[in-house]
């Protein structure tokens, strides 16, 4: 079946400029991740939606990072006045209900390069 | 606060050799314990996990145990083979947040 999908794969932009990207998580999964993964970096955790409601944003690096999440399904990350410090692969993943134990299904990321 | 440590890589072990990646962890209340692999070219996806002490969560051959006493989630495999060439991530859930580690490349040469 289908897996997780994300949109674009690949983002190059220029700094100043706002981007979007778009995550398609596993049909009937309610719990959805969005993390950033610099280069030579773990995994940082950025913020989660159980449903359609995000519990806690604080995870998110500053006010320039804002995400959204529709109908509990298609959600997009948005970062404003994208900075080169931005330049990641941004994972997308989601699960089928409980957030803490559930497993998580990943999908292949966005490469952000901000020139 | 929350935080996973695990060993640095890069670690590179012959076919059938015994691998132990260490992870410890600092948390607050019970959290769920998970290890993730990437193989090359892959996306991450879940090896194991287990949500409580003294849990085993085991796959592939691969195992690991949630130690309370030691905050230790070390995965182990008593044979390992080229397939098992990857990166794996250590990872633990918190309130709210997930919080994983910097990831451990291994190499298995023939």
């Known amino acids: 079946g289908a897996g997780v999908s994300q949109s674009p794969s690949n983002k190059v932009t220029e700094k100043g400029k706002d981007v979007e990207l778009r995550c398609d998580p596993i049909s009937g999964h309610t719990a959805l991740y969005w993390y950033r993964q610099s280069l030579g970096q773990g995994l940082e955790f950025l913020i989660y939606?159980?449903?359609?409601?995000?519990?806690?944003k604080s995870g998110l690096p500053s006010d320039r990072f804002s995400a959204e999440r529709t109908g509990g399904s298609v959600s997009t990350l948005t970062i404003q006045r994208t900075q080169q410090e931005d330049s990641a692969v941004y994972l997308c993943?989601?699960?089928?209900?409980?957030?803490?134990?559930?497993?998580?299904?990943f999908g292949p990321g966005t490469r952000l390069t901000v020139l | 606060g929350n935080s996973v440590t695990q060993m640095e890589g890069p670690v590179t072990l012959s076919e059938e050799a015994f691998l132990t990646i260490n992870c410890t962890y600092t948390?607050?209340?019970?959290?769920?314990l998970f290890w993730y692999v990437q193989y090359p070219g892959e996306g991450l996806q879940l090896l194991l996990k287990a949500t409580k002490a003294d849990d085993k969560g085991s796959n592939k051959g691969f195992e690991a145990t949630y130690r309370k006493e030691t905050t230790s989630f070390h995965l182990e495999k008593g044979s390992v083979q080229v397939s098992d060439s990857a990166v794996y991530f250590c990872a633990l859930s918190g309130f709210n947040q997930f919080y994983f580690g910097t990831g451990t490349s291994l190499t298995v040469i023939p």
């Open positions: 939606f159980q449903g359609n409601s995000a519990p806690d």
């Open positions: 993943a989601s699960s089928l209900g409980n957030a803490f134990t559930d497993t998580q299904y």
């Open positions: 948390a607050t209340g019970y959290p769920s």
